[in-house]
């Protein structure tokens, strides 16, 4: 059964950094874009970031340009998102998901999640 399962996430004061990671199991992805999501409390679920299928192209939200960057192990099977700069409007539950396009935005266009990790920004 393909598998994405995240880690890295925790608290931080804000300013501060967190990498995330989710790594494939049951089927690689190095064919599959991969992306970010994010939950915040009590709001939709929103996209972040996304990697396409060789690593060399990258599309990201707004809000994450110039703070956050994704990239992928490919012989790892693992996409990476690095967060800097952390604000606490950031806090939510990071998803990380699998799709056709790194252009894909909406969480329809992605066939596979993961369970998420929790990131937690205080001021």
Not at 50 to 69: E, Q
Request: aromatic share 14%.
């Amino acid at each position: 059964q393909a598998q994405l399962v995240e880690s890295g996430g925790g608290s931080v004061q804000a300013g501060g950094s967190l990498r995330l990671s989710c790594v494939a199991s049951g089927r690689t992805f190095s064919n599959d874009a991969l992306a970010w999501f994010r939950q915040p409390p009590g709001k939709e679920r929103e996209f972040v970031a996304s990697v396409s299928w060789t690593g060399i192209n990258t599309y990201y939200a707004d809000s994450a340009k110039g703070r956050f960057s994704i990239s992928r192990n490919t012989a790892k099977d693992t996409v990476y998102l690095q967060m800097n700069s952390l604000k606490p409007e950031d806090t939510a539950v990071y998803y990380c998901a699998a799709g056709r396009s790194h252009y894909y935005t909406e969480i329809y266009e992605y066939r596979h999640w993961g369970q998420g990790t929790q990131v937690t920004v205080s001021s």
